[in-house]
């Protein structure tokens, strides 16, 4: 976004190190003052720029089968469209269009492996879908 100036960019590194940090810590981190650190965040959630606030949850809170769906779509079709409607689905946390030779990659996070079975099997069974592959994750860097 062309109207972010240093400040704000410096700003939400900070937020996205920890979200929850203070105000007073947010402003030192950016050498600025308590009140100038609160207007930008406010700027910046009315502009858009911040659209919620996370939060980090420890490895064995999450589900306990994470995968990836890698899928090809039929040639002509509106991948964006799709991936909105696969945003929706349970189980489902991202969904991107990606370049080569696949057209999606889709993150979940399920339940059990039927549950990741049957969401696999739900979009295999779309009509723009030619192909689909699971890639369960086994081992995690992030855990």
């Known amino acids: ?16 190190k920890n979200a929850r940090a203070s105000l ?3 402003a030192r981190d950016i050498d600025l003052s308590r009140s100038a650190t ?14 919620g606030y996370t939060i980090e949850l420890a490895p064995d ?22 991936l909105d409607e696969i945003k ?5 946390v991202a969904a991107y269009c ?8 889709i ?5 059990s492996i039927q549950q990741l079975s049957q969401l696999r099997d739900e979009l295999a069974g779309w009509p723009s879908v030619v192909s689909i592959t699971t890639r ?4 995690s860097t992030q855990d």
Do not use: W
């Open 1 to 16: 976004m062309a109207d972010l100036d240093e400040k704000d960019r410096l700003l939400l590194r900070a937020l996205r």
């Open 24 to 26: 007073v810590s947010l």
């Open 38 to 51: 609160h207007d930008r965040i406010s700027k910046l959630e009315e502009m858009g720029v911040i659209r």
């Open 61 to 82: 809170a999450l589900p306990d089968v994470r995968g990836f769906l890698t899928i090809s779509f039929k040639v002509g079709e509106s991948h964006t469209n799709v």
């Open 88 to 92: 929706q689905l349970p189980g489902v």
């Open 98 to 105: 990606v370049t080569g030779d696949i057209d999606s990659v």
């Open 107 to 111: 993150y979940c996070e399920c339940d």
């Open 136 to 139: 369960q994750i086994i081992a």
